[in-house]
């Protein structure tokens, strides 16, 4: 469990250094714009509560045998903070903690970006990436990069979104969806 915890504060640690941008000009060239987005980021101003509310196992890939001692229901919670661009996209960064597929804890803290298209007032519907790092029980709870895509539809501050980790026989191949609630 201390590992778990030292696992954890490590990983806040490493999803908290945009703040160390906060004050650097932006520059010319990828890094300096990586840096400038994520510093905007950071020092906005509004939160967002992240709610898992379902692991789907790709059927495809894993045995019925497997998919039955699955936990497909991840307790859990996260908070992130947001923004929209001058283009009405979304960017984040954002830490949330939830119950895996064995039913133990697994911290998640990154960055997701959606590019936002916007059919109605309210209504938007989101494609983009996530990059960050996770931490599994399996793994020793040593440190895991993540890049994955992220899809989203919303309607006013409320939005259901997902991603999926790629795999392979047996490992992978997982639809992850959350509830997101812009607390403004």
Same mark, same amino acid.
């Given at each position: 469990m201390m590992k $778990?915890?030292?696992?954890?504060i490590a990983l806040i640690a490493l999803s908290s250094t945009p703040a160390a941008f906060a004050d650097e000009a932006a520059g010319n060239g990828v890094w300096p714009n990586i840096k400038d987005t994520l510093s905007k980021t950071w020092?906005?101003?509004?939160?967002? $509560?992240?709610?898992?509310?379902?692991?789907?196992?790709? *059927?495809?890939? @894993?045995?019925?045998e497997k998919i039955d001692s699955y936990n497909e229901h991840?307790?859990?919670?996260?908070?992130g903070k947001y923004r929209f661009d001058e283009d009405g996209d979304w960017h984040s960064? @954002?830490?949330?903690?939830?119950?895996?597929s064995h039913k133990d804890m697994q911290p998640v803290a990154g960055y997701g970006f959606q590019k936002m298209w916007h059919p109605?007032?309210? $209504? *938007?519907?989101?494609?983009g990436y996530t990059v960050g790092f996770t931490l599994r029980e399996d793994f020793n709870y040593l440190p895991i990069p993540v890049i994955a895509p992220l899809a989203s539809v919303e309607y006013k501050q409320l939005a259901l979104q997902s991603t999926y980790i790629f795999?392979?026989?047996?490992?992978?191949?997982? $639809?992850?969806t959350w509830l997101r609630w812009q607390l403004k």
């Amino acid at each position: 469990m201390m590992k $778990l915890f030292y696992s954890a504060i490590a990983l806040i640690a490493l999803s908290s250094t945009p703040a160390a941008f906060a004050d650097e000009a932006a520059g010319n060239g990828v890094w300096p714009n990586i840096k400038d987005t994520l510093s905007k980021t950071w020092a906005a101003d509004d939160y967002e $509560l992240f709610i898992p509310i379902n692991t789907w196992h790709n *059927r495809n890939y @894993y045995s019925s045998e497997k998919i039955d001692s699955y936990n497909e229901h991840p307790w859990g919670l996260g908070l992130g903070k947001y923004r929209f661009d001058e283009d009405g996209d979304w960017h984040s960064l @954002y830490v949330m903690v939830f119950s895996d597929s064995h039913k133990d804890m697994q911290p998640v803290a990154g960055y997701g970006f959606q590019k936002m298209w916007h059919p109605g007032d309210a $209504l *938007r519907i989101g494609a983009g990436y996530t990059v960050g790092f996770t931490l599994r029980e399996d793994f020793n709870y040593l440190p895991i990069p993540v890049i994955a895509p992220l899809a989203s539809v919303e309607y006013k501050q409320l939005a259901l979104q997902s991603t999926y980790i790629f795999g392979g026989e047996g490992n992978g191949n997982i $639809l992850f969806t959350w509830l997101r609630w812009q607390l403004k």
